[in-house]
């Protein structure tokens, strides 16, 4: 029998001869099956190529997203680390008004270290507690539900003293809260080397430093109690401002008030010096509290 044959017959434009191509049925399958076959593949890698196009374009995206999430993130962190010093900061004024009121021991509170002209560093080791060092905090939705309710605490806190300082006006006019004089403090209140003997001694008051001739300032208002001169305090000052409370302002280079006078906060009672035992010109200043000295720290509001 005779084999079928499918011819396909080429004419040019030229006057040249024509051609002719047959194929048998055999090589038309095996062309059909190859280039369906072909077509396949191409249609797989084809598909293939605009899936992963797909893919690349999506992972481009997320990648950018992502980037764009961690300095969010970052932004958060850092605000969330500011806003803790500024509660911390808020929480530690609190601390000092309501000794102030006498509403809280000031042998109990602790200042918080790493605030200037703050407690000893004996005083923060014997609170127990560990102050974290700065950056940025871990942002979780514990850490910002504590900050809200120490928030809380804090404002609630706040609104009781703003109402109680309110309704004592008069006392509070009388509460040491402000610095006696420009300065920085040099030494705090609490157990010290005596710069004189080296030994441990226990210091009373806080000393600040600044140049001779500046102005000391009452802190509150009073009654000059005592103006004195003596081999260890040299020339200086004592204040009474009743409800128990007395201030002490020495080694003064002068005095600007007298025995018995009436002063108000911010009156000028004398000038820094360097009298008495002292290794510079300073003032050395004492806050007593029923006849029994409390750190100045705590009294001291515009540090």
């Known amino acids: 029998m ?22 048998s049925r055999r090589t038309l399958r095996i062309l059909t099956g190859t280039g369906i076959s072909v077509a396949l593949v191409l249609a797989v890698f084809l598909t293939d190529y605009i899936s992963m196009n797909v893919i690349r374009q999506r992972y481009k995206f997320l990648t950018r997203e992502a980037a764009d999430q961690k300095l969010k993130i970052a932004d958060y962190e850092k605000s969330i680390g500011e806003l803790q010093a500024k509660v911390t900061n808020f929480e530690n004024f609190a601390k000092k008004l309501n ?11 602790k200042a918080p270290a790493g605030l200037g002209g703050g407690a000893p560093e004996s005083e923060a080791a014997d609170s127990g507690e560990t102050v974290p060092a700065g950056g940025p905090q871990t942002l979780s939705q ?37 610095m006696p004089t420009a300065g920085w403090i040099s030494s705090q209140f609490g157990m010290r080397a005596d710069p004189f003997t080296g030994r441990d001694q226990m210091h009373w008051g806080v000393d600040i430093s600044t140049n001779t001739g500046n102005p000391i300032v009452a802190t509150a208002d009073g009654i000059v109690l005592q103006v004195l001169t003596d081999k260890y305090l040299g020339k200086h000052v004592i204040l009474s401002h009743g409800n128990g409370i007395t201030t002490l302002y020495g080694h003064m280079n002068g005095f600007a008030v007298k025995a018995g006078q009436q002063v108000k906060r911010g009156d000028v009672i004398g000038y820094v010096g360097q009298t008495g035992k002292a290794v510079g ?11 029994k000295p409390v750190n100045p720290y705590w009294y001291l509001l515009d540090e």
């Open 99 to 109: 000794v102030m009121a006498g509403l809280k021991s000031p042998d109990v509170l």
């Open 142 to 178: 514990g850490s910002i539900q504590g900050l809200n309710q120490k928030a809380q605490s804090v404002e609630s806190n706040l609104s009781s003293l703003v109402n109680f300082f309110e309704s004592q006006s008069l006392r509070l006019a009388t509460t040491p809260s402000i």
């Open 281 to 291: 010109p300073h003032v050395h200043y004492e806050v007593h509290r029923d006849g």
């Open 2 to 23: 005779a084999k079928k044959f499918l011819s396909i017959i080429i004419v040019p434009h030229t006057k040249t001869s024509t051609r002719t191509l047959s194929f």
